[in-house]
């Protein structure tokens, strides 16, 4: 099956610092979705990104579908950006998305 | 639009019992998703339907656990019986062509 690799696994930063969060994926995609898990469990969708990049306040995400990777960029880091990030990926042939393993973000003020 | 409503949000039960999850998709959104997350395994898909039908039930564990969509607007999540190792948190998804998925909030089941 396809695979889907984040990194870093764990990132802790200052609050007011910058981060990218990455994306690798084995296979060619249909489309690609970034999540955030925040600590009360919680899965909100941040972007719907199969190609492109889109922006949205101090988040934006990149992919690169032809190169097979996304990257997830935070600026001015908050302690409520908190949480674990997902990277999802639906195959062409289905519309089952696959997460990978996350990665998990602490804000420290 | 309310989102993608699950519930209860929380459920303790004796191993044993029958354990019933329900689900309200976004209208509209011809897909509804079932995972389940543990720290060991992440997130697993157990099953998923398009327009109220299964499509891949390939990740629903044993027989002990069903799922059913009788119609566009409700599904259900059933095990039965119970055990300890089904604690976890489950969630339901619903996506749209071009949408993307939205999640509900999730139900935190504990079984003792």
């Known amino acids: 099956g396809i695979q889907v690799e984040q990194s870093p696994p764990d990132l802790i930063l200052q609050e007011g610092a910058n981060s990218t969060l990455r994306c690798n994926f084995s296979?060619?995609?249909?489309?690609l979705q970034w999540f955030h898990q925040n600590p009360w469990g919680q899965l909100i969708n941040l972007f719907y990104i199969p190609s492109g990049t889109k922006q949205n306040g101090r988040l934006s995400a990149t992919t690169v579908a032809t190169e097979r990777y996304s990257l997830l960029y935070i600026s001015s880091s908050q302690t409520t950006d908190s949480g674990v990030y997902f990277c999802?990926?639906?195959?062409?042939?289905?519309?089952?998305?696959?997460f990978g393993t996350g990665t998990s973000l602490t804000v420290i003020p | 639009d309310a989102g993608v409503i699950q519930s209860p949000r929380h459920e303790v039960t004796e191993m044993g019992q029958e354990v019933t999850l329900r689900c309200k998709p976004i209208s509209g959104h011809d897909y509804l998703f079932w995972y389940r997350q543990t720290m060991m395994r992440g997130l697993e898909l157990l099953i998923y339907f398009n327009n109220n039908v299964p499509i891949d039930d390939s990740g629903m564990p044993e027989d002990r656990f069903s799922a059913k969509m009788p119609n566009a607007s409700f599904s259900t999540l059933k095990i039965q019986p119970s055990e300890p190792r089904d604690s976890a948190v489950y969630f339901c998804a619903s996506s749209a062509e071009a949408y993307g998925y939205t999640f509900g909030s999730g139900t935190r089941l504990t079984v003792v």
């Open positions: 999802a990926v639906e195959l062409r042939t289905g519309n089952q998305f696959y």
């Open positions: 296979d060619s995609v249909n489309n």
